[in-house]
């Protein structure tokens, strides 16, 4: 029950080594192979299209200027991993937009590590929200503000029984099994009375004690209001998160995609703006 294959989004961002680091320490739990992978930005859809670039000088330079830097990343890459002592890793150079590429990549690793869209960086805007959606993986996102060396120790689980929860409960069991304390948290939102009925009827404590993992379970009141909204939940989220200590957030990511648009709900939309600690959703 461990993650054997780490993919992490690695670019010329000054928080670049954070993803890393956080991917050295969780390969070294999990003697995990790690994969760096740095973009291009150009989609490969475009590639395809594209006029030989020997045809065309002005596309060949702009070309060769992406790779370079990619490959910048990738030597950095290179350095941090060696001197964290991870004996498996590989650099990967692709050719792609980051969500798409990260998502495609992503689909043959265990586990994905991106971060939280900075405000003001080149990076589509929804670009974890993205490769959430698309990869089908569990994505650990780290937020862009707070540097995080080993995350994981003390984890809060959001769980409401639904598909998405259960998804994450599941991807997420290699590392909640290395957590030194797993809480479980439903909201009661008082507008939805099949929530709490439906969590504690589907209580996940027993299975994962069934798994090695104790955990302990609260029932969160949210205060009662007239039209009470999903973004509500996020923020009671992490300020419960908050208040508890947790260095990383596990919980369902809900919404779908059209055709260049991520949709999400309320709640994750919201832990995804105002994440304060590393976030492990899957979708």
Known sequence: MNYK??????????????????????AGRNQAHVIGAALSGVSRFLYQ???PEANDPTLALHLDFL????RDALAVFTREMDASGIASFEGRLVD???GAGI???GRAADLVIVGQAEPGHALMADFPAYVVIHSGRPVLILPYDIGVSDP????LLSWDASREAARALQLALPILAQADS???AIF????????VADATAADPVPFLARHGIRADLSIIPLEARRGHRRHEVGEALLTLARERGADMLVMGAYGHSRFRETILGGATRTVLDAMTLPVLMAH
Do not use: N, Y
């Open 49 to 51: 299209t594209m006029p």
């Open 5 to 26: 294959t780490i993919l992490v989004h690695v670019d010329d961002s000054s928080r670049s080594a954070v993803r890393v680091a956080a991917a050295a320490a969780i």
């Open 152 to 155: 994981g120790r003390k984890i």
């Open 103 to 105: 998502s495609l990549h």
């Open 182 to 184: 797993v809480s479980v």
């Open 188 to 195: 009661d939102t008082r507008s939805d009375s099949r929530t």
């Open 96 to 98: 792609d937009e980051p």
């Open 67 to 70: 790779r370079e830097r990619a």
